[in-house]
């Protein structure tokens, strides 16, 4: 059985998007469909339409999603239709190594979608009408009035949670908090500098508030993103386009910073985040850029500091119990997720929401399918 929907398909990197019919088979035993209510429109995403990330083609993008279960596979035990849900782009298998160990994010899963573009069988679930197959991201491929994911790419979310902030939590909030929480830990009254004020390293400043780090610097180049950085909690900004950032960053801490979060993905500001550093101090790279591209790193400062550079994915998380423990304080009003939350979009003017990404929009774009 299959069921004909509007999804957004790349044909060819560089290409552009298409709204199509595709068709989309009926969930597998361990497998859950989701009718799309929101997907958010995340730099990532941008990376597989230029082919500075590599995926197979034609592609349904789109990894940051949340809606409502409409079907479940025979197997399927952990939700049921009518439950809302987030979608998780790195689904955890249980019994690798990294699983085993508390490390989900490096669960060797992913390596499946990225090598085949199919689900956790390695296998699609769409097809245009003429039967070509078509390929999911990341095992999700939200950028469509519906979605099939494995069991473990979803993850409930508390009555009364709007769907745009669960599809954003799901990846922007989980990657930015989860590197200030995870993968540095306690920093309260400690120095700490972003780079980066999308909706990622908006992120980053709501995790370095609540764990009380200070100050907190943020760096970009668009204004409007470091007013919205000052409203989460950035005790100073420095605007990369009008500022010299090191003499910057000097003036604020004269002796470096405890830790600096690149979440660009670009080697130039990854070495602004590592010579910015205070000896002892580390650097974590959280934000992907293109394939094949390298750090270089002066080899005495790294030794003779004891600097650290470290990467993170996905927040170094548990997305199973992080979620909801975030979302949990979005209703507490803790973490102000709702203030990163930029234009909504008909899945119609999905390129429109594309060209505001990469030109510095505010926020982070909802695309609307329904």
């Not at 989701?34 to 995926?55: E, F, K, N």
């Not at 604020?252 to 602004?272: H, M, N, S």
Request: glycine share 14%.
């Amino acid at each position: 059985m299959t069921r004909r929907i509007r999804a957004a398909v790349l044909e060819r990197t560089g290409g552009g998007l298409a709204i199509e019919e595709l068709d989309l088979a009926d969930p597998a035993r361990d497998e859950v469909l989701v009718r799309i209510d929101a997907a958010g429109v995340c730099h990532s995403d941008y990376h597989y339409l230029t082919g500075d990330l590599p995926s197979r083609m034609p592609l349904v993008p789109g990894h940051e999603g949340a809606g409502e279960v409409v079907a479940v596979g025979a197997e399927v035990s952990a939700v049921r239709p009518g439950d809302m849900v987030g979608l998780m782009w790195r689904p955890r298998c249980g019994r690798c190594r990294y699983c085993l160990t508390g490390r989900p994010a490096l669960c060797q899963s992913g390596a499946i979608h990225a090598a085949s573009g199919g689900l956790q069988d390695g296998t699609t679930r769409l097809r245009r009408p003429d039967g070509t197959p078509v390929h999911h991201l990341m095992g999700v491929s939200c950028f469509a009035e519906y979605a099939i994911v494995s069991e473990r790419a979803v993850v409930p979310i508390p009555p009364g949670v709007p769907a745009g902030i669960a599809a954003i939590t799901g990846c922007a909030v989980i990657t930015g908090v989860g590197a200030v929480l995870n993968a540095i830990g306690s920093c309260a009254g400690q120095c700490l500098v972003v780079f980066g004020a999308g909706g990622v390293g908006l992120s980053v400043v709501m995790g370095a508030a609540l764990a009380g780090a200070y100050p907190i610097v943020v760096v970009d180049m668009v204004t409007e993103r470091l007013e919205a950085a000052t409203r989460l909690g950035a005790t100073h900004v420095v605007h990369a386009g009008s500022e010299d950032v090191a003499a910057a960053l000097t003036d604020i801490e004269a002796d470096g910073f405890d830790y600096a979060v690149e979440a660009i993905g670009r080697p130039a500001t990854l070495r602004q985040g590592f010579d910015a550093l205070r000896p002892g101090g580390t650097l974590v790279a959280i934000g992907l850029g293109t394939a094949g591209q390298e750090l270089s790193l002066p080899l005495n400062p790294l030794v003779q500091r004891e600097r650290r550079v470290v990467g993170s994915l996905y927040g170094s998380s548990n997305p199973q119990l992080d979620v909801p423990k975030l979302l949990s304080l979005y209703q507490a009003g803790r973490l102000p997720i709702d203030q990163l939350v930029g234009t909504h979009y008909p899945l119609d003017r999905i390129d429109d929401a594309v060209s505001d990404l990469i030109g510095g929009a505010v926020g982070r774009g909802i695309i609307v399918p329904a």
